[in-house]
Antibody, heavy 121, light 110 residues
Framework: EVQLVESGGGLVQPGRSLRLSCAASGFTFGDYAMHWVRQAPGKGLEWVSGISWNSGAIAYADSVKGRFTISRDNAKNSLYLQMYRLRAEDTALYYC??????????????WGQGTTVTVSS | QSALTQPASVSGSPGQSITISCTGTSSDVGGYNYVSWYQQRPGKAPKLLIYEVSNRPSGISNRFSGSKSGNTASLTISGLQTDDEADYYCTSYTSSATLLFGGGTHLTVL
C-alpha cells in the first residue's frame, strides 16, 4: 500500500524551531518529487515547499522562504521540513505529498494524513 | 504571491453539471500547462482529480474534466452526485518555480 506518514508536529513557542518528518512506503521514494502543503484551521491549502527526486530542484513559498528548509533522504525513504523562527501564522496541519513524477510540477497524487503544528506562547 | 482566484462557492442539483474556475495570470495558469485540481472532503486529505490541465489519474471518474483558456483553468463535474459535495482547489506552477493554490471552492449539491 502506498503510504505517507507525517510526524514531528506539536506545540512550540514563537521563534523556536521544529522538524517534521514524512515516512514513505509502498513506492520507490527516490523516483518522485515531494511536497509539503499546509492548511491553517478553517482555511484553504497552501503550498509550502517542493523538492525534486534527487534534491536538484528545491523551492519555497514566499511566506516561509529563509525560515524553512526541505530535505530528503532517499536511502531512508524520508522527507523532512526543518522549520526555524516559527510564527503564529505557521500554525496549521502540515501534509506531506508525493508528486506524480520526478519534479514538483505535475500534481500531488498521494497525501499523508498530516501533522499539526501549533505556534503559541 | 496572491492565491489563484476561485469562486468561494458553487452549487448544483444531482445530475447537473457545474464548472469551477481558477483564474491566475500569464505568470502561472496562462504560462504553463501545469494546472491540477484537488477534492477535499471535511477532515480528509486532498485527493488529486486532474493534473496537467486535463489529465485524470487512474481511478478518477470521467465525470471530472479539466480545461484551460488563457489565464483561466476550469474544472467541470458532470452528472453531479451528492458525494461530490466537498471543497475543490486548483494549483498552478508559476514563473518563480513555485506552486500556487487557489483559495478553494465549496461545492454544495442541493
Amino acid at each position: 500500500e502506498v503510504q505517507l506518514v507525517e510526524s514531528g508536529g506539536g506545540l512550540v513557542q514563537p521563534g523556536r524551531s521544529l522538524r517534521l518528518s514524512c515516512a514513505a512506503s509502498g513506492f520507490t521514494f527516490g523516483d518522485y518529487a515531494m511536497h509539503w502543503v499546509r492548511q491553517a484551521p478553517g482555511k484553504g491549502l497552501e503550498w509550502v515547499s517542493g523538492i525534486s527526486w534527487n534534491s536538484g530542484a528545491i523551492a519555497y513559498a514566499d511566506s516561509v522562504k529563509g525560515r524553512f528548509t526541505i530535505s530528503r533522504d532517499n536511502a531512508k525513504n524520508s522527507l523532512y521540513l526543518q522549520m526555524y523562527r516559527l510564527r503564529a501564522e505557521d500554525t496549521a496541519l502540515y501534509y506531506c505529498a508525493k508528486d506524480k513524477f520526478d519534479d514538483f510540477l505535475y500534481g500531488m497524487d498521494v497525501w499523508g494524513q498530516g501533522t499539526t503544528v501549533t505556534v503559541s506562547s | 504571491q496572491s492565491a489563484l482566484t476561485q469562486p468561494a462557492s458553487v452549487s448544483g442539483s444531482p445530475g447537473q453539471s457545474i464548472t469551477i474556475s481558477c483564474t491566475g495570470t500569464s505568470s502561472d495558469v496562462g504560462g504553463y500547462n501545469y494546472v491540477s485540481w484537488y477534492q477535499q472532503r471535511p477532515g480528509k486529505a486532498p485527493k488529486l482529480l486532474i493534473y496537467e490541465v486535463s489529465n485524470r489519474p487512474s481511478g478518477i471518474s470521467n465525470r471530472f474534466s479539466g480545461s484551460k483558456s488563457g489565464n483561466t483553468a476550469s474544472l467541470t463535474i458532470s452528472g453531479l452526485q451528492t458525494d461530490d459535495e466537498a471543497d475543490y482547489y486548483c494549483t498552478s506552477y508559476t514563473s518563480s518555480a513555485t506552486l500556487l493554490f487557489g483559495g478553494g471552492t465549496h461545492l454544495t449539491v442541493l
